[in-house]
């Protein structure tokens, strides 16, 4: 009997943590909401313009394997900021030439195993209301949101000498293309038949890249679907049949697409804020790349009919055995790369 009372008593006091818990998550949220202000309520002031401030060239740091879509559809990814909830698409820039780091690349992928770290010089319109300076912005909309990340990240860059790009930054923007050096620690610039080369490998890949990468978790939450390029769209049409996280793709961009109705927003709020908490939790590295995926299934099951709702279990075992089958195809990429070394 004593044992009972026990664990009554252990229940009672788990169930008032989980509803504290609660009340400090929704105080938090709220907070957010009264904090942040309308977007684009207040415009950028003349000072903080890029013309205004005498900059002279813009910047955008990408990996190699990025340089074959660029030069194709030219920059059309970058996620901005309001609120770790709330974000829109849009090409970023900076005024930095040196050396950094601004999209917190892992430093292993840096060199060689994204075939190169590069730095591309970038012409495009230069007015207020298009080229936004991102410090402006994150001090004004997003309370800062971007100083705190940085402050925890050394070599990110100031983000008060960058912007981002409020349209397309079409390819012939872009008007010089250089590749870091590591060894002399400077930026060299690649020959046509090299870049030609690197592309020419990238277009003829069966997958996007050649190393295990993991999902976008910018994608799986919706900042893509509020695109200011309009490029988006055709890039994953065209795309999407080499990623091997596509089919986990497919859900949550149906989700965010019926997400963006008035009547679907204000019927589900409740739904659609548990959803972006399991994308933000995986984002934090506080659960598994599995409890993300469930969490995207068990989600996408609730917005549609009986017969189209899918079995987590069999949906993980599918991506399991096309993860295998990548990470195949990629063992036997390297082995020819040693191969070739060898000779």
Known sequence: MK???KKQKERKKQKQMERELRRKKQFQHNQEKKSVKKLWSVPQPEEYTFD?????????????DNIYSIL?????????????????????????????????????????MRNGYYRLTIKCPTDADKLINHGWFDKTYSNNLIRGINSKNIGTGNVDNQYFYLGHIIPSMIKEIKVW??????????????INDLCSEYENLPYLRKIIYDLDTKRLIGVYSNDYTGEIAQFYAENDHKDIWKDVYILSDYLNEIFKSGHIKNKYAKQIEEYKSIILKYFKRKSTITELIVGVVLTFNEFVSKSEKINPTDFINSLNKKFMMFENWLEEKNEEVELKLVA
């Open 72 to 112: 194709k559809y030219g920059i059309i990814l970058g996620g901005i900021s309001v609120s770790y909830r709330e974000q829109f698409n849009a090409p970023c820039l900076t005024t930095e030439n040196e050396f950094h780091n601004p999209s917190l690349l892992p430093e292993k992928e840096l060199g060689q």
């Open 52 to 64: 205004a401030r005498g900059y002279k060239k813009l910047f955008h740091y990408t990996s190699g």
């Open 3 to 5: 044992s009972y009372f």
């Open 181 to 194: 050096n590591s060894k002399i620690q400077y930026w060299d610039r690649p020959t046509k038949k090299e």
